[in-house]
Protein backbone atom coordinates (compact mmCIF):
# COMPACT_ATOMS: atom_id res chain seq x y z
CA UNK A 1 0.00 0.00 0.00
CA UNK A 2 0.99 3.51 -0.42
CA UNK A 3 0.21 6.91 0.80
CA UNK A 4 -0.32 9.70 -1.63
CA UNK A 5 -0.40 13.37 -0.81
CA UNK A 6 -3.50 15.43 -1.33
CA UNK A 7 -4.18 17.07 -5.06
CA UNK A 8 -4.02 20.31 -5.41
CA UNK A 9 -4.23 21.89 -8.74
CA UNK A 10 -1.62 24.69 -9.68
CA UNK A 11 -2.83 28.05 -11.53
CA UNK A 12 -1.20 28.65 -14.63
CA UNK A 13 0.46 31.48 -15.54
CA UNK A 14 0.33 33.62 -19.02
CA UNK A 15 3.02 34.74 -20.74
CA UNK A 16 3.81 38.51 -20.73
CA UNK A 17 6.24 41.05 -21.61
CA UNK A 18 8.30 41.14 -18.18
CA UNK A 19 9.61 45.00 -16.74
CA UNK A 20 11.76 45.29 -13.76
CA UNK A 21 10.62 47.38 -11.17
CA UNK A 22 10.68 47.92 -7.40
CA UNK A 23 9.63 45.46 -4.80
CA UNK A 24 5.78 45.72 -4.07
CA UNK A 25 4.43 47.61 -1.54
CA UNK A 26 2.93 44.71 0.27
CA UNK A 27 5.80 43.13 0.94
CA UNK A 28 9.08 41.47 -0.36
CA UNK A 29 8.23 37.85 -1.96
CA UNK A 30 8.68 34.87 -0.07
CA UNK A 31 10.37 33.12 -3.08
CA UNK A 32 13.09 35.72 -3.52
CA UNK A 33 15.96 33.97 -1.60
CA UNK A 34 18.45 31.28 -2.11
CA UNK A 35 17.97 27.95 -1.41
CA UNK A 36 20.99 27.21 1.04
CA UNK A 37 22.29 23.69 0.44
CA UNK A 38 20.60 20.55 1.02
CA UNK A 39 22.48 17.72 3.37
CA UNK A 40 21.61 13.53 3.06
CA UNK A 41 21.46 11.63 0.03
CA UNK A 42 19.29 13.88 -2.01
CA UNK A 43 22.24 16.44 -2.03
CA UNK A 44 23.98 17.18 -5.04
CA UNK A 45 27.48 19.47 -5.20
CA UNK A 46 26.33 22.50 -7.36
CA UNK A 47 27.78 24.82 -9.42
CA UNK A 48 26.39 27.76 -9.16
CA UNK A 49 27.77 30.04 -6.69
CA UNK A 50 25.39 31.24 -3.92
CA UNK A 51 28.10 34.11 -2.18
CA UNK A 52 25.98 36.85 -2.78
CA UNK A 53 22.27 37.37 -1.99
CA UNK A 54 20.42 37.30 -5.07
CA UNK A 55 18.46 41.06 -5.87
CA UNK A 56 14.58 40.42 -6.40
CA UNK A 57 12.49 43.10 -8.37
CA UNK A 58 8.85 43.46 -9.46
CA UNK A 59 7.77 42.96 -12.95
CA UNK A 60 4.90 44.46 -14.95
CA UNK A 61 3.29 40.95 -15.28
CA UNK A 62 4.79 37.19 -15.40
CA UNK A 63 8.31 36.81 -17.17
CA UNK A 64 8.45 33.58 -18.91
CA UNK A 65 11.52 32.16 -19.26
CA UNK A 66 13.31 29.11 -21.28
CA UNK A 67 15.92 26.83 -20.00
CA UNK A 68 18.25 24.74 -22.82
CA UNK A 69 20.54 22.28 -22.53
CA UNK A 70 23.86 21.79 -24.20
CA UNK A 71 27.00 20.18 -24.15
CA UNK A 72 28.36 21.23 -20.45
CA UNK A 73 26.05 22.72 -19.17
CA UNK A 74 22.11 24.58 -18.45
CA UNK A 75 21.49 27.95 -20.16
CA UNK A 76 18.21 30.01 -18.84
CA UNK A 77 17.08 32.49 -21.16
CA UNK A 78 14.81 35.78 -21.14
CA UNK A 79 11.49 34.47 -23.48
CA UNK A 80 10.81 38.01 -24.08
CA UNK A 81 14.64 39.37 -25.05
CA UNK A 82 15.79 35.75 -25.49
CA UNK A 83 18.99 36.94 -23.64
CA UNK A 84 21.04 34.60 -21.54
CA UNK A 85 20.22 35.52 -17.49
CA UNK A 86 22.12 32.38 -16.46
CA UNK A 87 24.41 30.12 -17.02
CA UNK A 88 25.68 26.70 -15.12
CA UNK A 89 27.77 24.35 -15.52
CA UNK A 90 26.93 20.28 -15.56
CA UNK A 91 28.68 17.35 -16.85
CA UNK A 92 26.76 14.18 -18.58
CA UNK A 93 23.60 14.07 -21.32
CA UNK A 94 21.24 16.65 -19.77
CA UNK A 95 17.72 16.06 -19.98
CA UNK A 96 14.95 18.95 -19.39
CA UNK A 97 11.71 19.07 -17.47
CA UNK A 98 9.29 21.60 -15.79
CA UNK A 99 8.38 20.75 -12.70
CA UNK A 100 5.16 21.97 -12.70
CA UNK A 101 4.63 24.96 -10.56
CA UNK A 102 5.92 27.80 -13.71
CA UNK A 103 9.20 28.42 -12.08
CA UNK A 104 11.49 25.22 -11.56
CA UNK A 105 13.22 23.11 -13.99
CA UNK A 106 14.28 19.18 -13.15
CA UNK A 107 17.58 18.84 -14.96
CA UNK A 108 18.07 15.15 -15.09
CA UNK A 109 21.11 13.97 -14.73
CA UNK A 110 22.99 10.34 -13.82
CA UNK A 111 22.38 11.21 -10.20
CA UNK A 112 18.52 11.91 -10.44
CA UNK A 113 16.32 14.77 -10.91
CA UNK A 114 18.19 17.91 -9.79
CA UNK A 115 16.33 21.03 -8.71
CA UNK A 116 16.74 24.73 -11.09
CA UNK A 117 15.36 27.79 -9.89
CA UNK A 118 14.79 29.85 -13.20
CA UNK A 119 13.83 33.43 -10.79
CA UNK A 120 10.72 34.17 -12.26
CA UNK A 121 7.67 33.54 -10.62
CA UNK A 122 4.30 34.91 -9.38
CA UNK A 123 3.14 35.14 -5.72
CA UNK A 124 -0.91 35.32 -5.37
CA UNK A 125 -2.36 38.15 -3.15
CA UNK A 126 -6.08 37.79 -2.90
CA UNK A 127 -7.56 38.70 -6.08
CA UNK A 128 -4.45 39.34 -7.79
CA UNK A 129 -1.06 38.54 -7.83
CA UNK A 130 2.78 40.01 -8.10
CA UNK A 131 5.30 38.69 -10.33
CA UNK A 132 8.69 38.92 -9.65
CA UNK A 133 12.23 38.04 -11.02
CA UNK A 134 15.47 37.29 -9.74
CA UNK A 135 18.69 35.55 -10.78
CA UNK A 136 18.08 31.65 -11.93
CA UNK A 137 20.06 29.18 -9.93
CA UNK A 138 20.63 25.51 -10.27
CA UNK A 139 20.40 24.11 -6.65
CA UNK A 140 22.02 21.69 -4.60
CA UNK A 141 18.60 19.82 -4.11
CA UNK A 142 18.04 16.51 -5.98
CA UNK A 143 15.83 13.67 -6.33
CA UNK A 144 17.89 11.13 -6.31
CA UNK A 145 16.86 8.01 -8.62
CA UNK A 146 18.92 4.87 -10.53
CA UNK A 147 17.88 5.31 -14.31
CA UNK A 148 16.12 8.63 -13.98
CA UNK A 149 13.30 8.67 -16.61
CA UNK A 150 10.09 10.33 -17.67
CA UNK A 151 8.28 13.47 -15.28
CA UNK A 152 4.96 14.26 -15.20
CA UNK A 153 2.71 16.84 -13.94
CA UNK A 154 -1.01 16.06 -13.68
CA UNK A 155 -3.51 16.75 -11.12
CA UNK A 156 -1.64 19.41 -9.64
CA UNK A 157 1.08 17.31 -8.68
CA UNK A 158 4.58 15.75 -10.35
CA UNK A 159 5.43 12.21 -10.55
CA UNK A 160 9.02 10.79 -10.89
CA UNK A 161 9.49 7.66 -12.52
CA UNK A 162 13.03 6.00 -11.96
CA UNK A 163 13.47 3.40 -14.53
CA UNK A 164 15.92 1.18 -12.63
CA UNK A 165 14.24 0.00 -9.46
CA UNK A 166 10.37 1.10 -10.88
CA UNK A 167 10.20 3.44 -8.04
CA UNK A 168 7.58 6.36 -8.50
CA UNK A 169 7.86 9.45 -6.23
CA UNK A 170 4.89 11.88 -5.99
CA UNK A 171 5.74 15.47 -4.92
CA UNK A 172 3.49 19.10 -4.89
CA UNK A 173 5.26 21.12 -7.04
CA UNK A 174 4.30 24.33 -5.28
CA UNK A 175 6.37 22.90 -2.16
CA UNK A 176 9.56 23.84 -3.90
CA UNK A 177 11.71 26.57 -3.49
CA UNK A 178 12.93 25.95 -0.22
CA UNK A 179 16.39 25.09 1.58
CA UNK A 180 15.31 21.39 1.13
CA UNK A 181 13.14 18.90 -1.40
CA UNK A 182 9.09 18.42 -0.66
CA UNK A 183 7.74 15.60 1.04
CA UNK A 184 7.64 13.07 -1.10
CA UNK A 185 5.08 9.83 -1.22
CA UNK A 186 6.23 6.72 -2.99
CA UNK A 187 5.46 3.46 -4.82
CA UNK A 188 6.91 0.81 -6.44
CA UNK A 189 5.84 -1.23 -9.58
CA UNK A 190 6.27 -4.89 -8.99
CA UNK A 191 9.12 -4.71 -11.48
CA UNK A 192 11.40 -2.16 -12.52
CA UNK A 193 11.00 -1.45 -16.47
CA UNK A 194 11.21 2.05 -18.44
CA UNK A 195 7.69 3.08 -17.69
CA UNK A 196 5.74 6.30 -16.55
CA UNK A 197 3.30 7.21 -14.11
CA UNK A 198 1.07 10.02 -13.34
CA UNK A 199 -1.65 11.19 -10.29
CA UNK A 200 -5.34 11.29 -10.79
CA UNK A 201 -7.01 14.00 -9.56
CA UNK A 202 -8.94 11.97 -7.00
CA UNK A 203 -5.39 10.68 -5.15
CA UNK A 204 -5.20 7.74 -7.97
CA UNK A 205 -2.31 6.63 -9.88
CA UNK A 206 -1.22 5.66 -13.30
CA UNK A 207 1.59 3.39 -13.46
CA UNK A 208 2.94 1.46 -16.37
CA UNK A 209 4.11 -2.80 -16.02
CA UNK A 210 6.22 -4.74 -17.51
CA UNK A 211 9.83 -5.62 -16.89
CA UNK A 212 13.15 -6.40 -18.64
CA UNK A 213 12.11 -7.94 -21.82
CA UNK A 214 8.94 -6.32 -22.37
CA UNK A 215 6.19 -3.65 -21.44
CA UNK A 216 2.42 -4.34 -22.33
CA UNK A 217 0.06 -3.00 -19.94
CA UNK A 218 -1.17 -0.16 -17.26
CA UNK A 219 -2.52 -0.04 -14.11
CA UNK A 220 -5.13 2.07 -12.07
CA UNK A 221 -4.61 2.06 -8.16
CA UNK A 222 -7.00 4.19 -5.96
CA UNK A 223 -5.70 6.54 -3.23
CA UNK A 224 -5.02 3.33 -1.02
CA UNK A 225 -3.25 1.46 -3.33
CA UNK A 226 -5.69 -0.79 -3.61
CA UNK A 227 -6.14 -2.12 -7.77
CA UNK A 228 -9.27 -0.66 -9.40
CA UNK A 229 -8.47 -1.27 -13.40
CA UNK A 230 -5.78 -2.44 -15.75
CA UNK A 231 -5.33 -3.15 -19.69
CA UNK A 232 -2.75 -5.67 -20.86
CA UNK A 233 -3.70 -4.74 -24.16
CA UNK A 234 -1.00 -2.04 -24.81
CA UNK A 235 2.43 -4.00 -25.92
CA UNK A 236 5.27 -1.93 -25.37
CA UNK A 237 3.49 0.76 -23.67
CA UNK A 238 5.27 4.05 -23.99
CA UNK A 239 4.75 7.55 -23.92
CA UNK A 240 1.55 9.90 -22.39
CA UNK A 241 -0.51 12.76 -22.44
CA UNK A 242 -3.79 14.23 -20.85
CA UNK A 243 -6.56 15.60 -22.58
CA UNK A 244 -9.51 18.03 -21.58
CA UNK A 245 -11.30 16.71 -18.64
CA UNK A 246 -8.71 14.80 -17.38
CA UNK A 247 -8.40 11.87 -19.65
CA UNK A 248 -4.96 10.46 -19.96
CA UNK A 249 -3.72 8.58 -22.86
CA UNK A 250 -0.97 6.19 -23.18
CA UNK A 251 0.82 4.73 -26.33
CA UNK A 252 1.46 1.26 -28.04
CA UNK A 253 2.89 -0.05 -30.57
CA UNK A 254 -0.95 -1.26 -32.06
CA UNK A 255 -2.48 1.81 -31.40
CA UNK A 256 -3.39 3.84 -27.94
CA UNK A 257 -5.00 3.27 -24.65
CA UNK A 258 -7.38 6.11 -22.87
CA UNK A 259 -8.24 5.92 -19.44
CA UNK A 260 -11.62 7.82 -19.16
CA UNK A 261 -13.51 7.75 -15.90
CA UNK A 262 -11.99 4.68 -14.44
CA UNK A 263 -12.09 2.52 -17.24
CA UNK A 264 -9.34 1.68 -19.60
CA UNK A 265 -10.21 1.51 -23.31
CA UNK A 266 -8.19 0.77 -26.35
CA UNK A 267 -8.47 2.18 -29.74
CA UNK A 268 -6.47 0.39 -32.32
CA UNK A 269 -4.25 1.13 -35.04
CA UNK A 270 -5.28 1.25 -38.58
CA UNK A 271 -1.91 -1.35 -39.19
CA UNK A 272 -0.95 -4.29 -37.50
CA UNK A 273 1.86 -2.56 -36.40
CA UNK A 274 1.15 1.20 -35.90
CA UNK A 275 3.01 2.60 -32.62
CA UNK A 276 1.73 5.57 -30.66
CA UNK A 277 4.98 6.49 -28.35
CA UNK A 278 5.45 10.40 -27.93
CA UNK A 279 1.85 12.43 -27.32
CA UNK A 280 0.84 15.70 -26.65
CA UNK A 281 -2.49 16.73 -24.89
CA UNK A 282 -4.29 19.93 -24.63
CA UNK A 283 -6.88 20.86 -21.31
CA UNK A 284 -9.18 22.83 -24.25
CA UNK A 285 -9.01 19.50 -26.40
CA UNK A 286 -10.26 16.38 -26.30
CA UNK A 287 -8.20 15.24 -28.88
CA UNK A 288 -4.65 13.68 -28.49
CA UNK A 289 -1.56 14.19 -31.21
CA UNK A 290 0.81 11.32 -31.27
CA UNK A 291 3.75 10.35 -33.77
CA UNK A 292 3.17 6.93 -35.53
CA UNK A 293 5.16 4.56 -36.56
CA UNK A 294 4.63 1.67 -39.06
CA UNK A 295 7.99 -0.15 -39.39
CA UNK A 296 8.23 -2.23 -36.65
CA UNK A 297 12.33 -3.48 -37.47
CA UNK A 298 13.34 -0.04 -38.60
CA UNK A 299 16.36 1.57 -36.21
CA UNK A 300 15.32 4.91 -37.20
CA UNK A 301 12.02 5.34 -39.09
CA UNK A 302 11.35 8.99 -40.16
CA UNK A 303 8.30 9.29 -40.11
CA UNK A 304 5.48 11.64 -42.33
CA UNK A 305 2.17 10.58 -40.21
CA UNK A 306 1.08 11.26 -37.15
CA UNK A 307 -2.28 10.58 -35.39
CA UNK A 308 -4.93 12.34 -33.91
CA UNK A 309 -6.88 10.28 -31.33
CA UNK A 310 -10.42 11.55 -30.14
CA UNK A 311 -10.99 10.39 -26.54
CA UNK A 312 -14.55 10.98 -26.40
CA UNK A 313 -15.53 9.16 -29.31
CA UNK A 314 -12.47 7.09 -29.22
CA UNK A 315 -11.57 7.12 -32.70
CA UNK A 316 -8.14 7.89 -34.55
CA UNK A 317 -7.24 9.78 -37.51
CA UNK A 318 -3.77 9.70 -39.31
CA UNK A 319 -2.57 12.40 -40.93
CA UNK A 320 0.29 13.14 -43.36
CA UNK A 321 2.07 16.14 -42.38
CA UNK A 322 4.10 16.18 -45.97
CA UNK A 323 7.63 16.00 -44.16
CA UNK A 324 9.39 14.09 -41.54
CA UNK A 325 9.43 14.87 -38.01
CA UNK A 326 11.21 13.70 -34.52
CA UNK A 327 10.33 12.75 -31.09
CA UNK A 328 11.06 16.88 -29.90
CA UNK A 329 8.31 17.74 -33.19
CA UNK A 330 5.06 17.45 -31.45
CA UNK A 331 3.34 20.43 -29.65
CA UNK A 332 0.13 22.07 -28.94
CA UNK A 333 -0.94 25.74 -29.35
CA UNK A 334 -2.84 27.61 -26.58
CA UNK A 335 -6.55 26.77 -28.11
CA UNK A 336 -5.57 23.61 -28.52
CA UNK A 337 -3.95 23.31 -31.88
CA UNK A 338 -1.82 20.30 -33.19
CA UNK A 339 1.47 21.57 -33.75
CA UNK A 340 3.93 19.50 -35.84
CA UNK A 341 8.17 20.81 -36.38
CA UNK A 342 8.76 19.10 -39.93
CA UNK A 343 12.78 18.47 -41.83
CA UNK A 344 11.62 20.58 -43.92
CA UNK A 345 12.05 23.59 -41.86
CA UNK A 346 8.05 24.23 -41.87
CA UNK A 347 5.98 24.27 -38.68
CA UNK A 348 2.59 23.29 -39.47
CA UNK A 349 -0.59 23.99 -37.47
CA UNK A 350 -3.09 21.04 -37.66
CA UNK A 351 -7.05 21.37 -36.35
CA UNK A 352 -7.27 18.45 -34.23
CA UNK A 353 -10.86 18.00 -35.10
CA UNK A 354 -10.75 17.89 -38.58
CA UNK A 355 -7.13 17.10 -39.15
CA UNK A 356 -6.23 19.54 -41.76
CA UNK A 357 -3.16 21.32 -41.67
CA UNK A 358 -4.07 25.13 -41.73
CA UNK A 359 -0.86 27.02 -41.66
CA UNK A 360 2.32 25.94 -43.07
CA UNK A 361 4.79 28.67 -41.21
CA UNK A 362 8.21 28.63 -42.25
CA UNK A 363 10.96 29.14 -38.89
CA UNK A 364 14.06 26.75 -39.69
CA UNK A 365 16.26 25.25 -42.94
CA UNK A 366 16.25 21.64 -44.00
CA UNK A 367 17.26 19.28 -41.27
CA UNK A 368 17.69 15.78 -40.84
CA UNK A 369 16.53 13.91 -38.00
CA UNK A 370 20.12 12.65 -36.22
CA UNK A 371 20.42 8.80 -35.51
CA UNK A 372 21.13 9.26 -31.78
CA UNK A 373 17.99 10.52 -29.72
CA UNK A 374 20.70 12.22 -27.34
CA UNK A 375 21.78 13.98 -30.13
CA UNK A 376 21.10 18.00 -30.62
CA UNK A 377 18.03 18.83 -33.49
CA UNK A 378 15.29 21.63 -33.99
CA UNK A 379 12.77 21.34 -31.48
CA UNK A 380 9.54 23.49 -30.78
CA UNK A 381 8.16 24.15 -27.10
CA UNK A 382 4.98 26.57 -26.60
CA UNK A 383 4.88 28.91 -23.98
CA UNK A 384 1.76 31.00 -23.51
CA UNK A 385 0.64 31.94 -27.08
CA UNK A 386 4.26 31.86 -28.38
CA UNK A 387 6.02 28.84 -30.06
CA UNK A 388 9.84 29.10 -29.79
CA UNK A 389 11.78 26.90 -32.02
CA UNK A 390 15.31 26.19 -31.97
CA UNK A 391 18.13 25.76 -34.64
CA UNK A 392 20.90 24.21 -33.34
CA UNK A 393 23.19 24.33 -36.42
CA UNK A 394 23.08 28.27 -36.13
CA UNK A 395 22.07 28.57 -32.26
CA UNK A 396 18.98 30.67 -33.53
CA UNK A 397 15.44 30.56 -31.41
CA UNK A 398 12.56 31.46 -34.08
CA UNK A 399 9.28 32.86 -32.32
CA UNK A 400 6.00 32.19 -33.47
CA UNK A 401 2.90 34.08 -32.16
CA UNK A 402 0.34 31.35 -32.49
CA UNK A 403 -2.32 33.63 -32.52
CA UNK A 404 -1.05 35.11 -36.25
CA UNK A 405 0.64 32.51 -37.07
CA UNK A 406 3.95 34.65 -38.31
CA UNK A 407 7.55 34.60 -36.70
CA UNK A 408 7.45 37.53 -34.38
CA UNK A 409 11.07 37.49 -33.52
CA UNK A 410 14.60 35.51 -33.45
CA UNK A 411 17.38 35.64 -31.89
CA UNK A 412 21.03 34.01 -30.81
CA UNK A 413 22.06 31.58 -28.07
CA UNK A 414 25.78 31.45 -27.10
CA UNK A 415 25.63 27.51 -26.86
CA UNK A 416 24.69 24.98 -29.25
CA UNK A 417 20.93 24.56 -27.64
CA UNK A 418 20.21 20.66 -27.05
CA UNK A 419 16.93 20.36 -25.14
CA UNK A 420 14.37 23.43 -24.46
CA UNK A 421 11.60 23.97 -21.94
CA UNK A 422 10.01 27.15 -20.45
CA UNK A 423 7.92 28.49 -17.74
CA UNK A 424 5.21 31.01 -17.57
CA UNK A 425 6.92 32.90 -14.60
Known amino acids: ?70 DGGVTVVDAVTLKPVGAFEADGFLRLSPAGDGRHVLVTDSAGWRVLDTGAFTEAHGDHGHSYTTEPQLTDLRFAADHPGHVVTHAGQTVLFADGTGEISVFDPERLGGSTLPSVARHRTPEAHHGVALLQPDG ?10 SRSGVVLLDASGREVARTDECPGVHGEAAAATDVVTL ?75 SFRSLERGPEGEALVLGTDGR ?79
Not at 8 to 32: D, E
Not at 204 to 209: E, M, N, P
Request: charged letters at 20%; one cysteine or more; proline letters at 8%.
Open 347 to 425: LRVIDPETGAITHRIPVVAAWSEPTQWQQPRPTVRVVGDLAYVTEPATRRVVVVDLTANAVVRTGTLPVMPNEVVGVTG
Open 251 to 325: GCEDGIVVLRDGAFRKVDSPDPYGRIGNQAGSETSPVVLGDYKTDRDADLERPTRVTLTDTVAGTLRVVDVEASY
Open 1 to 70: MHRLIPTRRAGAATAALAVAGTLAACGAPAGGTAASPASGPTAAASTASTASPRVTTEAAGPASRLVVSH
Open 204 to 213: GLVHTVGGDE
